[in-house]
């Protein structure tokens, strides 16, 4: 019975392993690095003008992190293959009201295609009233980057 259970546990700690190293693995391939020159939105929090990368952990998500590497927003996303998009690296922001909020991210090696973020009902209603588009250059890495 011991020897079940010694084998079931390895098992399990050897399959929790390898997930884990897939997962950083994916997140290590698709990493942008931008400076954002101004106040910000993703979601419903606020960040201040500074350095942050952007990676894409799972498909259809993303995960905004500070300088330190510490992700500090999520969301979800979809592809958007219908826009015309940069031939290079770059975030979309909508600016409305005062209020820039992350649009697009759009990934060189993934052209035509970029990942459009999910809006609130609330953020589309506003943005439909006036809004102002504007872009940010990013760098991205591929490979052996670590996030």
């Known amino acids: 019975m011991n020897k079940l259970i010694r084998h079931t546990v390895t098992s399990f700690a050897l399959g929790v392993v390898c ?11 698709w990493v942008i690095k931008a400076h954002i020159p ?23 998500f993303l995960a905004l992190r500070d300088e330190q590497g510490h992700t500090i927003a999520t969301a979800f996303t ?11 690296t770059k975030l979309r922001f909508r600016s409305s009201g005062g209020q820039r909020t992350l ?14 973020l999910y809006e609130s009902k ?24 670590k996030p």
């Not at 997930?19 to 994916?26: E, R």
């Not at 649009?103 to 459009?116: I, T």
């Open 19 to 29: 997930l884990v190293g897939a997962a950083q693995a994916q997140s290590a391939s």
């Open 38 to 60: 101004f106040e910000f939105n993703v979601g419903n929090k606020v960040f201040p003008a500074g350095n942050y990368s952007i990676t894409r952990p799972l498909q259809n």
């Open 78 to 88: 979809y592809v958007d293959q219908f826009s015309s998009g940069p031939a290079a």
């Open 103 to 116: 649009l697009e991210v759009w990934q060189a090696q993934e052209n035509p295609a970029g990942q459009r």
């Open 122 to 145: 609330f953020r589309v209603m506003t943005a439909k009233r006036q809004t102002v588009d504007s872009t940010v250059d990013a760098a991205d890495s591929v490979g052996g980057t």
